[in-house]
């Protein structure tokens, strides 16, 4: 019940959209995404994050909450509440927001400069940016640390579900001014399926294995409303300013 009370305080102090854990889906294989980062503020789990380069974790924008003190990103994980020999927790060092997120939906799309370099092993690597579109109907991967029901606390266990890429005209029809087809990607999915929820945020969304989308925004109300996409940051249209930051 700690937990819980931790993390929904964690997750209402967070700016911007409506933070995204797998709700439904299954247990992911440990260790099968070595990508995977869990962002975490005093030891507790926020967000999920990509390892892209040795030294760069990349995110959402609105999982930045320095007011909770120094950021650790933890790589290698499966449970995430166990001190796994895989594991290696290293601290932020600089957090580079996009300079066009004004908190909200917006360019919603973080990198995270570690103080150290990762170690590189079978558990933990990294994942390319981008090659290549997606298009409407494509299966892709979500996969987190969030919650796994709608009113539940985060799993300790990396789960994972399939969602659907949704047609960008659908998109903007729902989701109107929120969604721009720019450099967002919005997926449908099936309760069967589950798919992205609260805690779930700045994680991937991997197509033909490959990364193409970081989890933004879900209904405020309900992260199951079938009725409501859910929206992911599209990886493809920032990859210049990834690469200049990461170069600077």
């Not at 305080?9 to 933070?19: D, N, R, W, Y």
């Not at 969604?179 to 945020?201: A, L, P, Q």
Request: aromatic residues 10%.
């Amino acid at each position: 019940m700690i937990c819980c009370i931790l993390y929904v305080f964690l997750q209402i102090s967070l700016t911007g959209a409506a933070e995204s854990g797998i709700v439904g889906g299954r247990e992911a294989k440990p260790h099968s995404r070595p990508y995977m980062v869990s962002v975490q503020y005093r030891g507790v789990h926020s967000c999920g994050g990509i390892l892209i380069q040795r030294d760069f974790v990349l995110t959402a924008a609105h999982c930045k909450n320095e007011t909770w003190g120094s950021c650790t990103v933890v790589l290698g994980a499966h449970d995430i509440t166990k001190k796994e020999r895989t594991q290696q927790r290293i601290e932020v060092d600089e957090y580079f927001a996009h300079p066009g997120f004004t908190g909200q939906y917006e360019y919603d799309i973080m990198l995270l400069k570690l103080k150290k370099k990762a170690k590189l092993s079978k558990n933990v690597k990294t994942i390319g940016l981008p090659e290549g579109k997606t298009s409407a109907n494509m299966k892709c991967a979500v996969a987190g640390w969030g919650w796994t029901t709608a009113h539940d606390c985060p799993s300790n266990v990396l789960k994972e579900a399939t969602e659907n890429i949704e047609a960008t005209s659908n998109c903007e029809n729902i989701w109107q001014q929120y969604f721009n087809s720019d450099h967002m990607i919005c997926t449908n999915f099936t309760k069967k399926s589950g798919g992205i929820c609260r805690g779930d945020s700045g994680g991937p969304l991997i197509c033909k294995n490959k990364l193409q989308g970081v989890t933004a925004y879900t209904s405020p109300e309900d992260c199951t409303d079938l009725s409501y996409p859910h929206v992911f940051t599209k990886v493809r249209f920032f990859i210049p300013w990834i690469k200049e930051t990461m170069k600077k």
